[in-house]
Structure formats: structure tokens, C-alpha cells
């Protein structure tokens, strides 16, 4: 249980864009586990055979807890991976912007190229916002009785932000048709007008 604890401080310790304060209380909270767990070693070590029965339910006891935590801290894992997703898109999406506005200083047309940004703006601010609410779910992780509830509500959640971020997707996909198009010279019909011309059949 020791072992395991410490590599789920160290998982913790490399979770990205989780707040200090959060990564510090999650950790403090591992150290307070840890030296209850040598506490609790060195209380075996010094029981004898007739006291077995009372360590034995204080260890099940820890390993419950030591398993709340894991709960914790796997949820926070997701939610990190899923941040690192959303970071991604937003870069992504910031290269659109920038696009969009060199075509609008050239005069080009950007309306619909915008209102697809501002589709994909808005798909990613929700995403983040349903990542921020499945934080706050495995945060309040602190025992096994409301470990799995609270677990399934923060995974849930990150389930929305996920499908946000493949909403923001497609609304990339039609951000990039929109400035092709914009691209495009209008055609404003005189070939057209010219090849339809009578012939001038008079000598």
C-alpha cells in the first residue's frame, strides 16, 4: 500500500493545469496516508498473534481509503488528458482566427467564416467548463462509500466536454470550407455573358 501510494503521488505531481492549491491539497493528503501507513507497519511489527484481528481491520480500513484516492486520482488523470485535448484545439483554433482575419483586411467576405468560429469559440468554452465541473466531482473524492458516485459524475461530465470538443471539430471543418471559399475569385458571370453573345453576322 506504502508503494502504491507513493507512485500515486508522484501521477499526481506531473497531472497538468491542475491548480496548486488542488495538487497541494491532493498530495498532503497522500503524506497524511503514508505516515499512517508507517505507523500502522510499525504496529504490526511490534503486535503479537493475539492482537492480529484489530490491526487486520485497521488495515482494511486504510486500504479503502488508500483506495478512494485512487479513484481521485485516476479522475483527475482523465480530466488532465482531457484539458491537454482542449488546449490543443484551442491552438488550433487560434491559427483559424488569424486566418480569418488576414482575408478580412483584404476585403474578402469572413461572415460565415466567423459565425463558424464563433460556433467552434463556443463548443470549447463549454468543453472547458464541463472539465472544470468534473474537477470539482473527483476533488470531493474522500472515501470509498462516495468514491463511486462522485467518480461516476466527474467521468460523465468530462463524457460532455468530450462531446463539445466533437462539436468543435466540425465547426472547425467549416471554418476551413468558409475561408477556401473566401479565397475564391467571385465570378461574376461576363465569361459566361461573353460565350452567350450572337455573332455579329454581317458583312
Known sequence: MINYLEVTEKRA???ENLDEADLNSITSQIDAE?????A???EIEATDSNNL?????KVKDEWNTVKAFSKKIVGLILAANTNKAIS???KIGDKAEAKIAGLDQNGLDTNSANAALAAF??????AKDKRTEAVAKFLQITDLNSSQQLFKEGHDLLKEARDHLKEAHKS???????IVKAKKPANTGSDDEDQNQPEDESD
Open 13 to 15: 505531481q506531473k497531472l
Open 40 to 42: 500502522l507497519k510499525a
Open 34 to 38: 503514508l505516515a499512517k501507513l508507517e
Open 88 to 90: 490543443v484545439a484551442e
Open 53 to 57: 484481528s484489530a490491526i487486520a481491520q
Open 121 to 126: 469559440r463556443s463548443h470549447i468554452q463549454l
Open 172 to 178: 472547425l471543418k467549416d471554418i476551413i470550407r468558409e
